[in-house]
């Protein structure tokens, strides 16, 4: 069985940073892609960045380009999200997701989702 556990989110002030942890089991993630998405209070959710496990290839939402960075650690198949220069309009609940890659790049269908992690961003 597929499981996704975020942590590392928090209270912090504007300006400040956080690094996202997604743990992942239950799968042959070589195949596959992580995703981050987001959903603030009251909207919808929202893609936030995505990384095929093999190779690395990244996407970002036009949104967080410059300030967030996907990353991953295969031996111990841990995703990563660091957030810098951490905005109140970032303040959300973030969830790793994991998905279907084609041709290399991550697609927009993910089946697996972990249970969020919060985010509040103080100004």
């Known amino acids: 069985q597929v499981q996704l556990v975020e942590s590392g989110g928090g209270l912090v002030q504007a300006g400040g940073s956080l690094r996202l942890s997604c743990a992942a089991s239950?799968?042959?993630?070589?195949?596959?892609?992580m995703g981050w998405f987001r959903q603030a209070p009251g909207k919808e959710r929202e893609y936030v960045a995505s990384i095929t496990w093999d190779t690395g290839v990244t996407a970002y939402a036009d949104s967080v380009k410059g300030r967030f960075t996907i990353s991953r650690d295969n031996a111990k198949n841990t995703g990563y999200l660091q957030i810098n220069s951490l905005k109140p309009e970032d303040t959300a609940v973030y969830y790793c997701?994991?998905?279907?890659?084609?041709?290399?790049?991550?697609?927009?269908?993910?089946?697996?989702w972990g249970q969020g992690t919060q985010v509040t961003v103080s100004s």
């Open positions: 997701a994991t998905g279907r890659k084609w041709l290399g790049h991550c697609t927009t269908l993910y089946d697996y």
């Open positions: 239950g799968r042959t993630f070589s195949n596959y892609c």
